[in-house]
C-alpha cells in the first residue's frame, strides 16, 4: 500500500521548499476559498481504529461528532487525539493515523493533511506508552536538565507515529492547592514553573513537535480553587506571579503555541482577551506561533460566560482576539463563522491572519511538500498492508524510556522529616498499610493513558508495568516478612478495615502507610481535572486511620502518593519519618522503595508547601507580610514545611560567605560566593536556593521570592566553592503605574536550603534612579562551581 501523497500539482508555488514558511503559507493561502479557509482552523476529534482502518469521529458529551465525508473535501486543519481517545495499539494506531492521513489530504484539492495533536502532560497520553512522573514531581527534581531530557524522549515517541503538537506543558503557577490541577503544574513559585516548564518545551520543540504552553493566563487562580471558577486578581499578581513563567517559555523555549485558558479575569475571558492573546503574547513579548482553543472555550464564551449572543459572536470574539484554531472539534469556526464572513460581521482579514499561521506551522513541518508521506518513521519499512503483523511492533514504554522515567522519580521524592528510621535495616516484619499499599494506579495522575482513557475499558490490559508499592517492597527487602492491610480505601467512610490495620502494625518492626489520591476526572478522583477539595485534609478516612496507626507506639513511616499536599496532623511532628510524592509514574514504586531502604539518597525539595492545618487556604508561600500569621486574625497560615524544603541521608555545611559589590546601581549586580561541603558519610546532593527580600518598595512584596536555584552532588567530604551573580535585573517588580521597574534601596539576597531554612544572607544595596525594564531583561543569576 502506498500512502505517499495522491495529488495536487507538484509546480505549485506552495510545494516548492526554497521558499520561506511565510512565501508558501501565502501562495496557498491566495488560492483558497472561504469555506477551505475555515477548514484549516478547525479540528476533528477522532479515536483510531483497533484494525488499522480509517480514524472514526469520537462521541463525547459535549457535541455530535461531524461526518468527515463532508469536512473533508474542503480540507482539515487538526486531528485530535488520535491515539488518547481509544486503547488501540500503538502500531496499529499508527496505520490507522496515516490511513487517515493520506484520504484527508487525497479529498482536499491542495493534498494538504491535518496536523494531529495529543496529550503529553506526564508522558505521550498513548495506550502502552511510558507514564513518566507528574509535572509536580518535575518542580520536586529542580533539574531542569532532567526535564528536558524527558520531552525529548516524550517527543522522539509521538514524531515517530505521526503526532505534530503536544498539548503540554502546563505553566500555571498554584495559588491554591485545593484546586484539582495541581497535580498537573510545577509548583507554587514561577520561577521554579518558568525554568522547568521552558527545558520541557526546549526538549519537545527538539524532536520536532509544537509545544503548547497552557493555560494562557490565570487558570490556577481561580477563585475557592474552583475549576473554570471566575479569577480575581490584579495586574501585579496577574503580571509578576501568572505571567512571568509564560515570558520566559516564550523567550527562552521558543514554542510554536499557545492555549488560552478557559477562566476569566475580571470578567474578561482569556479566549476573548484581544490585550492578553494579541497585545502582550504577540506584539510584546513576538510569539509567533499559533494561539490554539481550549477543549470548547471558544463555545464556552456564550454557553458559560454569557459574552456572546450566539456561536457566530463567540467565533468573532475569539477570532479577533488572538485564537487561531477552534479545539476540539468543529463548531463555531464552521458554518457560523462562514456565514459572519459572508454577512460582513467578521473582516475576511482576521480568518486570513489564523489561517496564515495555521499553513506556516504546516510548511515547518513539512505538511506542505510535495514528496510528504502519510507513513510515519515508526513503521517504516514495516508490512503495513498486513496490520496483524504489525500488531505489538511498536514499543513507546522501551527501557530506556522506563530508566529515565525511574531517575526522574528517584530525584522526586522528598523525604520531610526523619527521626533516624530511615533508611530502613532490615527490618523482620514490616506492615504495609493504606489505600494506596497494593493499587497499581496509585502512582499515575488523571492525564496518564491507564486513568484518562483506561479506566473506561476495565477489560482492556493497561499496556504498562505498574509495580505496587507491595510489590516493589518485596523486591527491596527479601528477607521481611510483609503483612498487607488497606486499612480504608481512598474516600470512603468505612472505618471497619482500621482494626486489621492495628493488629498488623502492632506485631511490625516499621509501619509504612501508603496514604493519598485516586486520580480521575471531574468528581472521579480526589485529584485531577475537576476533582476540586474544599480543605486539604487528607481524603476519606484517612487522617484517622493513620492516628490510629500513630497510636499503636509503632514507627510509622506514611508514604504520600498523591496530586497535591495535604496537611498531616499529627503525623507532621509524631511519625518516625514523612515521604511525599507526586504520582511518581510507572516506576514511582520502586523509586520509594529505594529510599526506603537506603539504596537512593532522598534529593527531591518541595515544589508545594505542606499545610500545617487544613482550612487555610488559599495560602502559599509566595506571600506579603499580612499573609502570613498575626495578631490581628485567629488563623496561623504557616505551613509544617515549607515550599523548597527537602532532607536526606546526608548534611551540608554552608560557610564563607563573601559579597562582592554590596552596592551596586539600579542597571548593575552583585556576586557572592560561598563554600558548600558535604559533611555526611555518603554522597548526596544539596539544592542551593537564592531568595530576594525587598523590606521597602513602593508596592507591596512579598516576603521572599524565588530568583534562582542549582542543585549540586557532592561526595562525602567533598566540598565546592559556589559563586552567583546576581543582575539587579531580578529586584524588578510591576509598579504602580503597571511598567515593570528596579527601585533603588537595601535589599536581602538569602542562600537557602528552603523557603523556611535560610543558611546565609547578603545585605546588598541598588543606587540610582529607578529604572523601567521591558521583556527583554535578565531572568536569571548564573551559578558557578569552583
Same mark, same amino acid.
Given at each position: 500500500?502506498?500512502?505517499?501523497?495522491?495529488?495536487?500539482?507538484?509546480?505549485?508555488?506552495?510545494?516548492?521548499?526554497?521558499?520561506?514558511?511565510?512565501?508558501?503559507?501565502?501562495?496557498?493561502?491566495?488560492?483558497?476559498?472561504?469555506?477551505?479557509?475555515?477548514?484549516?482552523?478547525?479540528?476533528?476529534?477522532?479515536?483510531?481504529?483497533?484494525?488499522?482502518?480509517?480514524?472514526?469521529?469520537?462521541?463525547?458529551?459535549?457535541?455530535?461528532?461531524?461526518?468527515?465525508?463532508?469536512?473533508?473535501?474542503?480540507?482539515?486543519?487538526?486531528?485530535?487525539?488520535?491515539?488518547?481517545?481509544?486503547?488501540?495499539?500503538?502500531?496499529?494506531?499508527?496505520?490507522?493515523?496515516?490511513?487517515?492521513?493520506?484520504?484527508?489530504?487525497?479529498?482536499?484539492?491542495?493534498?494538504?493533511?491535518?496536523?494531529?495533536?495529543?496529550?503529553?502532560?506526564?508522558?505521550?497520553?498513548?495506550?502502552?506508552?511510558?507514564?513518566?512522573?507528574?509535572?509536580?514531581?518535575?518542580?520536586?527534581?529542580?533539574?531542569?536538565?532532567?526535564?528536558?531530557?524527558?520531552?525529548?524522549?516524550?517527543?522522539?515517541?509521538?514524531?515517530?507515529?505521526?503526532?505534530?503538537?503536544?498539548?503540554?506543558?502546563?505553566?500555571?503557577?498554584?495559588?491554591?492547592?485545593?484546586?484539582?490541577?495541581?497535580?498537573?503544574?510545577?509548583?507554587?513559585?514561577?520561577?521554579?514553573?518558568?525554568?522547568?516548564?521552558?527545558?520541557?518545551?526546549?526538549?519537545?520543540?527538539?524532536?520536532?513537535?509544537?509545544?503548547?504552553?497552557?493555560?494562557?493566563?490565570?487558570?490556577?487562580?481561580?477563585?475557592?480553587?474552583?475549576?473554570?471558577?471566575?479569577?480575581?486578581?490584579?495586574?501585579?499578581?496577574?503580571?509578576?506571579?501568572?505571567?512571568?513563567?509564560?515570558?520566559?517559555?516564550?523567550?527562552?523555549?521558543?514554542?510554536?503555541?499557545?492555549?488560552?485558558?478557559?477562566?476569566?479575569?475580571?470578567?474578561?475571558?482569556?479566549?476573548?482577551?484581544?490585550?492578553?492573546?494579541?497585545?502582550?503574547?504577540?506584539?510584546?513579548?513576538?510569539?509567533?506561533?499559533?494561539?490554539?482553543?481550549?477543549?470548547?472555550?471558544?463555545?464556552?464564551?456564550?454557553?458559560?460566560?454569557?459574552?456572546?449572543?450566539?456561536?457566530?459572536?463567540?467565533?468573532?470574539?475569539?477570532?479577533?482576539?488572538?485564537?487561531?484554531?477552534?479545539?476540539?472539534?468543529?463548531?463555531?469556526?464552521?458554518?457560523?463563522?462562514?456565514?459572519?464572513?459572508?454577512?460582513?460581521?467578521?473582516?475576511?482579514?482576521?480568518?486570513?491572519?489564523?489561517?496564515?499561521?495555521?499553513?506556516?506551522?504546516?510548511?515547518?513541518?513539512?505538511?506542505?511538500?510535495?514528496?510528504?508521506?502519510?507513513?510515519?518513521?515508526?513503521?517504516?519499512?514495516?508490512?503495513?498492508?498486513?496490520?496483524?503483523?504489525?500488531?505489538? #511492533? @511498536? $514499543?513507546?514504554?522501551?527501557?530506556?524510556?522506563? &530508566?529515565? +522515567?525511574? *531517575?526522574? /522519580?528517584?530525584? %522526586?521524592? =522528598?523525604?520531610?522529616?526523619?527521626?533516624?528510621?530511615?533508611?530502613?535495616?532490615?527490618?523482620?516484619?514490616?506492615?504495609?498499610?493504606?489505600?494506596?499499599?497494593?493499587?497499581?494506579?496509585?502512582?499515575?495522575?488523571?492525564?496518564?493513558?491507564?486513568?484518562?482513557?483506561?479506566?473506561?475499558?476495565?477489560?482492556?490490559?493497561?499496556?504498562?508495568?505498574?509495580?505496587?508499592?507491595?510489590?516493589?517492597?518485596?523486591?527491596?527487602?527479601?528477607?521481611?516478612?510483609?503483612?498487607?492491610?488497606?486499612?480504608? #480505601? @481512598? $474516600?470512603?467512610?468505612?472505618?471497619?478495615?482500621? &482494626?486489621? +490495620?492495628? *493488629?498488623? /502494625?502492632?506485631? %511490625?518492626? =516499621?509501619?509504612?502507610?501508603?496514604?493519598?489520591?485516586?486520580?480521575?476526572?471531574?468528581?472521579?478522583?480526589?485529584?485531577?481535572?475537576?476533582?476540586?477539595?474544599?480543605?486539604?485534609?487528607?481524603?476519606?478516612?484517612?487522617?484517622?486511620?493513620?492516628?490510629?496507626?500513630?497510636?499503636?507506639?509503632?514507627?510509622?513511616?506514611?508514604?504520600?502518593?498523591?496530586?497535591?499536599?495535604?496537611?498531616?496532623?499529627?503525623?507532621?511532628?509524631?511519625?518516625?519519618?514523612?515521604?511525599?510524592?507526586?504520582?511518581?509514574?510507572?516506576?514511582?514504586?520502586?523509586?520509594?522503595?529505594?529510599?526506603?531502604?537506603?539504596?537512593?539518597?532522598?534529593?527531591?525539595?518541595?515544589?508545594?508547601?505542606?499545610?500545617?492545618?487544613?482550612?487555610?487556604?488559599?495560602?502559599?508561600?509566595?506571600?506579603?507580610?499580612?499573609?502570613?500569621?498575626?495578631?490581628?486574625?485567629?488563623?496561623?497560615?504557616?505551613?509544617?514545611?515549607?515550599?523548597?524544603?527537602?532532607?536526606?541521608?546526608?548534611?551540608?555545611?554552608?560557610?564563607?560567605?563573601?559579597?562582592?559589590?554590596?552596592?551596586?546601581?539600579?542597571?548593575?549586580?552583585?556576586?557572592?560566593?560561598?563554600?558548600?561541603?558535604?559533611?555526611?558519610?555518603?554522597?548526596?546532593?544539596?539544592?542551593?536556593?537564592?531568595?530576594?527580600?525587598?523590606?521597602?518598595?513602593?508596592?507591596?512584596?512579598?516576603?521572599?521570592?524565588?530568583?534562582?536555584?542549582?542543585?549540586?552532588?557532592?561526595?562525602?567530604?567533598?566540598?565546592?566553592?559556589?559563586?552567583?551573580?546576581?543582575?539587579?535585573?531580578?529586584?524588578?517588580?510591576?509598579?504602580?503605574?503597571?511598567?515593570?521597574?528596579?527601585?533603588?534601596?537595601?535589599?536581602?539576597?538569602?542562600?537557602?536550603?528552603?523557603?523556611?531554612?535560610?543558611?546565609?544572607?547578603?545585605?546588598?544595596?541598588?543606587?540610582?534612579?529607578?529604572?523601567?525594564?521591558?521583556?527583554?531583561?535578565?531572568?536569571?543569576?548564573?551559578?558557578?562551581?569552583?
Amino acid at each position: 500500500m502506498n500512502l505517499a501523497l495522491p495529488s495536487a500539482d507538484p509546480s505549485a508555488r506552495w510545494r516548492d521548499r526554497a521558499l520561506s514558511p511565510e512565501e508558501r503559507a501565502d501562495a496557498v493561502l491566495a488560492e483558497m476559498t472561504l469555506p477551505e479557509k475555515l477548514a484549516q482552523l478547525v479540528g476533528v476529534w477522532v479515536g483510531a481504529s483497533d484494525e488499522g482502518g480509517d480514524v472514526a469521529p469520537h462521541q463525547h458529551d459535549m457535541e455530535e461528532p461531524p461526518a468527515l465525508d463532508d469536512l473533508l473535501p474542503l480540507g482539515l486543519g487538526q486531528l485530535t487525539r488520535p491515539f488518547g481517545t481509544l486503547p488501540v495499539d500503538p502500531a496499529l494506531a499508527a496505520l490507522s493515523l496515516a490511513r487517515s492521513q493520506q484520504r484527508i489530504a487525497a479529498a482536499n484539492r491542495f493534498g494538504i493533511p491535518a496536523l494531529a495533536h495529543e496529550e503529553c502532560l506526564a508522558g505521550f497520553a498513548a495506550w502502552g506508552a511510558t507514564a513518566y512522573p507528574v509535572p509536580l514531581s518535575w518542580g520536586a527534581t529542580f533539574d531542569p536538565d532532567l526535564i528536558r531530557r524527558m520531552a525529548a524522549a516524550i517527543g522522539r515517541d509521538m514524531r515517530a507515529v505521526g503526532v505534530h503538537q503536544g498539548l503540554a506543558p502546563v505553566l500555571d503557577v498554584v495559588r491554591d492547592a485545593r484546586w484539582g490541577r495541581v497535580e498537573e503544574t510545577i509548583g507554587e513559585d514561577p520561577y521554579l514553573v518558568g525554568t522547568v516548564a521552558t527545558a520541557y518545551v526546549q526538549g519537545l520543540e527538539s524532536a520536532g513537535i509544537v509545544a503548547t504552553l497552557k493555560h494562557f493566563a490565570g487558570y490556577s487562580a481561580s477563585r475557592a480553587g474552583r475549576n473554570l471558577a471566575p479569577v480575581g486578581m490584579g495586574v501585579r499578581e496577574r503580571a509578576d506571579v501568572i505571567l512571568t513563567p509564560f515570558e520566559m517559555a516564550v523567550r527562552e523555549g521558543r514554542p510554536r503555541s499557545v492555549m488560552h485558558a478557559y477562566t476569566d479575569t475580571d470578567g474578561v475571558p482569556s479566549a476573548a482577551d484581544e490585550a492578553l492573546l494579541t497585545g502582550l503574547l504577540r506584539d510584546t513579548w513576538g510569539f509567533g506561533g499559533t494561539v490554539v482553543a481550549d477543549y470548547f472555550g471558544i463555545a464556552f464564551l456564550k454557553v458559560l460566560h454569557g459574552v456572546a449572543e450566539d456561536w457566530a459572536e463567540a467565533a468573532a470574539l475569539a477570532l479577533a482576539s488572538g485564537v487561531d484554531v477552534e479545539l476540539p472539534t468543529v463548531k463555531t469556526f464552521g458554518e457560523p463563522l462562514l456565514r459572519a464572513v459572508q454577512d460582513g460581521t467578521v473582516p475576511e482579514a482576521l480568518v486570513d491572519r489564523a489561517l496564515r499561521r495555521v499553513l506556516v506551522q504546516k510548511a515547518q513541518l513539512g505538511l506542505l511538500d510535495q514528496d510528504w508521506d502519510a507513513v510515519p518513521a515508526a513503521l517504516a519499512g514495516r508490512p503495513i498492508d498486513d496490520p496483524q503483523e504489525l500488531r505489538g #511492533s @511498536v $514499543d513507546l514504554d522501551r527501557p530506556e524510556n522506563r &530508566a529515565l +522515567a525511574r *531517575e526522574i /522519580a528517584d530525584q %522526586a521524592v =522528598v523525604l520531610l522529616r526523619n527521626d533516624g528510621t530511615l533508611p530502613l535495616r532490615g527490618p523482620r516484619r514490616i506492615a504495609l498499610i493504606g489505600p494506596n499499599a497494593d493499587t497499581p494506579t496509585s502512582v499515575l495522575g488523571c492525564y496518564a493513558f491507564p486513568v484518562h482513557v483506561g479506566s473506561r475499558h476495565p477489560g482492556i490490559p493497561v499496556g504498562i508495568e505498574l509495580p505496587t508499592l507491595r510489590q516493589a517492597l518485596a523486591a527491596e527487602f527479601p528477607n521481611s516478612a510483609i503483612r498487607t492491610a488497606a486499612g480504608a #480505601s @481512598v $474516600d470512603g467512610l468505612d472505618t471497619s478495615g482500621f &482494626a486489621e +490495620a492495628v *493488629e498488623a /502494625a502492632r506485631e %511490625a518492626d =516499621v509501619v509504612i502507610v501508603a496514604l493519598g489520591d485516586r486520580a480521575g476526572l471531574f468528581g472521579r478522583g480526589t485529584s485531577g481535572e475537576g476533582c476540586d477539595v474544599e480543605s486539604l485534609e487528607l481524603p476519606g478516612v484517612q487522617q484517622q486511620l493513620l492516628d490510629a496507626l500513630l497510636d499503636t507506639g509503632r514507627p510509622v513511616v506514611p508514604v504520600l502518593l498523591a496530586g497535591r499536599p495535604y496537611a498531616l496532623g499529627r503525623a507532621a511532628t509524631e511519625a518516625a519519618a514523612l515521604v511525599q510524592t507526586f504520582f511518581p509514574g510507572e516506576a514511582g514504586t520502586e523509586a520509594i522503595a529505594a529510599v526506603l531502604s537506603g539504596r537512593t539518597n532522598p534529593s527531591g525539595r518541595l515544589p508545594v508547601s505542606i499545610p500545617a492545618r487544613p482550612a487555610v487556604q488559599p495560602s502559599t508561600y509566595l506571600a506579603a507580610r499580612l499573609a502570613g500569621p498575626s495578631e490581628v486574625s485567629s488563623t496561623d497560615p504557616s505551613p509544617a514545611f515549607g515550599f523548597g524544603h527537602g532532607i536526606g541521608y546526608t548534611t551540608f555545611a554552608w560557610t564563607g560567605l563573601e559579597v562582592e559589590h554590596a552596592a551596586a546601581t539600579t542597571d548593575g549586580g552583585f556576586g557572592l560566593a560561598f563554600t558548600l561541603r558535604n559533611t555526611g558519610k555518603r554522597s548526596g546532593s544539596e539544592t542551593v536556593q537564592l531568595y530576594l527580600h525587598d523590606p521597602v518598595a513602593s508596592v507591596v512584596q512579598p516576603v521572599q521570592r524565588l530568583i534562582g536555584y542549582r542543585r549540586i552532588t557532592l561526595d562525602a567530604g567533598e566540598r565546592t566553592r559556589v559563586r552567583v551573580d546576581v543582575p539587579a535585573d531580578l529586584a524588578s517588580f510591576t509598579g504602580r503605574d503597571g511598567r515593570r521597574i528596579v527601585e533603588p534601596g537595601e535589599l536581602e539576597l538569602r542562600l537557602a536550603a528552603s523557603s523556611t531554612d535560610v543558611r546565609l544572607t547578603a545585605t546588598v544595596r541598588l543606587d540610582g534612579p529607578v529604572r523601567v525594564l521591558d521583556h527583554t531583561r535578565r531572568l536569571h543569576a548564573d551559578f558557578h562551581r569552583t
